[in-house]
């Protein structure tokens, strides 16, 4: 059974560099094809992907996000993790760590399959 739990603080202020793990268990995250990705939900913008590493080890991150984030692994503790830096009040949201499944239809997709239980981040000084 697949699982992801992302650990980190809740609570950052502006200006700081924001950093989550997720934990992965029931499956090596460097299996063939998944990419385990970073997903947050703000009210405003709903859900917004910010950007995965594969099974590879290459990471890929969303052009708006791009100058500031970044993705990176521990595969001797099938970890994955996130650094935002130079957060504002507009990156309080929940973040979510998930896997996603690639599939072309036309053009290149990925499907998410299983979602970590999402956590609280506020950026507030």
């Known amino acids: 059974q697949v699982q992801l739990q992302e650990s980190g603080p809740g609570l950052v202020k502006p200006s700081q560099t924001l950093s989550l793990t997720c934990t992965v268990s029931?499956?090596?995250?460097?299996?063939?094809?998944?990419?385990w990705s970073w997903i947050r939900h703000t009210p405003q913008k709903g859900l917004e992907w910010m950007g995965a590493?594969?099974?590879?080890?290459?990471?890929y991150v969303s052009p708006s996000l791009k100058s500031r984030t970044s993705i990176s692994r521990d595969t001797s503790k099938n970890q994955f993790t996130l650094q935002l830096n130079s957060v504002t009040p507009e990156d309080t949201a929940v973040y979510y760590c998930?896997?996603?499944?690639?599939?072309?239809?036309?053009?290149?997709?990925?499907?998410?399959?299983?979602w970590g239980q999402g956590t609280q981040v506020t950026v507030s000084s």
């Open positions: 998930a896997r996603g499944v690639p599939y072309y239809a036309g053009s290149y997709s990925m499907r998410i399959d299983y």
């Open positions: 029931g499956i090596s995250i460097t299996t063939y094809r998944y990419y």
């Open positions: 590493i594969a099974h590879s080890g290459s990471a």
